[in-house]
């Protein structure tokens, strides 16, 4: 029902500290999240990520061509095969990478978002005139289809499920490759706030159209959906809903919507090639480690297809993910914060997480309780471990400090150094995180404003 929403918007809380972590990302002023763990802990952890990385987009792209192969079959009525539009996809994404690289991604992503954008608004009024309008969908569905939290019986949709996916999200959006790539980008540090943080709030707002479209197709589609058809909900849309030309547009959008594969090969090969392949064959040239990026995309898009066909559930696709890349987000939280994190420390709470989330994985625990266990033991592991060992080196902290509270513009008027007589939010010698402006206080608010308008806008329209 409408409580599915939480898959997506389980990033909704996390949201407004987007406001706080796109300044800090931008002043780090690295190339790569790999090139963080290198410079604050180690090359072993830089290594670590590199390969954490990989298996997170693998993932990442299978549930992009899942997605879309879902989306097309369904609007096909079945006429293109599910595993033959995953095949398609797939093949689109390594043209993109080999010919147009990322401006005919940027070029393709322009058109196919307004298209997409549109297009899924348009499905609401023709969902509701099929369903024979507002009455006649809520006398078509069950009354708890409408709330915006599953009943406490359910296993997803619960406000513990909310809770411990929104802390899974929060904990690691900041160790997501593209998440440093986006907010570096920025011109300034502001633009690189409201870019990331309302950027996002446009896509949660639209995610709430995708939700209500999902409910519609459970009205109108329910005596023909089994558990294996259930996520062609979209592509069924799409096909009885929109007329022939809005139709076609929509699937050539979301072909064009596969670019975003690209962008994850890219961006996953450039970390492989910088933050693993150098460290045991430096000093070559460009030709040989662009050779060497493009055989890992393409690796990459292979491993993404056995995924796809191996796991072909979204939902469990996507809690995977993100449950994976959350195994080094304490690295960074911590590391940003706390001078005592140590490599050591970021070793054991890594490697902790990693078990914990194993073992209860074997034991068939849902993603909710597995979080609940491994994300206290990350945290808990980094600061102990971090504590009864040798802090990193005193002249590596006040570099990578020093990048941390001296902004950009700044640098540009002096030289990049640490003050004695810095700012801090915490003064103590060992927390560096800086002090917060009225600019960080007011944004941050908004942000949790516009987080209570969604809400309140969802709460409404379900009603």
């Not at 460009?286 to 995924?307: F, Q, T, W």
Request: proline share 4%.
């Amino acid at each position: 029902g409408l409580g599915g929403i939480w898959y997506q918007w389980m990033w909704l809380f996390c949201t407004p500290f987007y406001w706080l972590i796109a300044p800090i990302t931008r002043r780090l002023r690295y190339l790569t999240t790999g090139d963080f763990f290198r410079e604050r802990y180690s090359v072993g952890l830089e290594r670590l990520y590199a390969v954490l990385v990989l298996v997170f987009y693998a993932m990442i792209i299978a549930q992009v061509v899942l997605g879309a192969g879902n989306a097309i079959s369904g609007a096909t009525g079945g006429a293109i095969q599910l595993g033959h539009a995953v095949v398609l996809l797939s093949v689109i994404s390594a043209i993109y990478v080999m010919t147009g690289g990322l401006v005919a991604a940027a070029y393709t992503d322009i058109i196919q978002g307004i298209l997409i954008i549109v297009l899924s608004l348009l499905l609401i009024p023709f969902g509701l005139h099929a369903a024979g309008g507002v009455d006649g969908l809520a006398k078509a569905i069950p009354k708890d289809m409408l709330s915006i939290v599953a009943p406490p019986g359910a296993k997803e949709g619960t406000l513990f499920f909310v809770a411990m996916l929104s802390l899974m999200s929060l904990v690691g959006i900041p160790v997501q490759p593209h998440t440093l790539t986006a907010t570096g980008s920025g011109k300034t540090e502001f633009e690189a706030r409201v870019g990331m943080t309302y950027g996002n709030f446009i896509k949660r707002l639209l995610t709430i159209a995708w939700a209500f479209v999902g409910v519609m197709g459970f009205a109108l589609f329910t005596p023909e959906l089994t558990a294996k058809t259930s996520d062609q909900v979209w592509g069924r849309s799409i096909q009885a809903l929109l007329p022939v030309g809005f139709r076609g547009l929509m699937l050539a959008a979301m072909l064009a919507g596969v670019t975003a594969c690209e962008t994850y090969m890219v961006v996953g090969s450039a970390i492989f090639t910088r933050n693993f392949y150098e460290h045991f064959l430096p000093g070559r040239g460009d030709k040989h480690y662009l050779l060497v990026g493009r055989l890992m995309s393409a690796a990459m898009l292979l491993a993404g297809i056995l995924v796809a066909f191996a796991m072909p559930s979204l939902t469990k696709i996507l809690k995977i993910s993100f449950e994976i890349i959350a195994f080094m987000g304490a690295a960074f939280w911590v590391g940003i914060t706390w001078r005592r994190a140590n490599a050591w420390g970021a070793w054991a709470g890594t490697l902790g997480a990693f078990a914990a989330w194993a073992i209860t994985y074997r034991l068939g625990w849902d993603t909710p309780a597995r979080v609940a266990l491994f994300v206290p033991v990350e945290f808990g592991l980094l600061i102990l471990v971090s504590w009864l060992t040798r802090p990193q080196p005193a002249e590596q902290l006040d570099r990578f400090f020093a990048r941390l509270h001296v902004s950009v513009a700044d640098e540009q008027k002096g030289a990049l150094a640490l003050d004695p007589q810095r700012p801090k939010l915490i003064n103590h010698p060992d927390f560096e995180l800086p002090k917060l402006t009225w600019l960080d206080l007011g944004g941050f608010l908004l942000a949790w404003a516009f987080v209570a308008a969604l809400i309140v806008l969802l709460l409404a329209l379900a009603r």
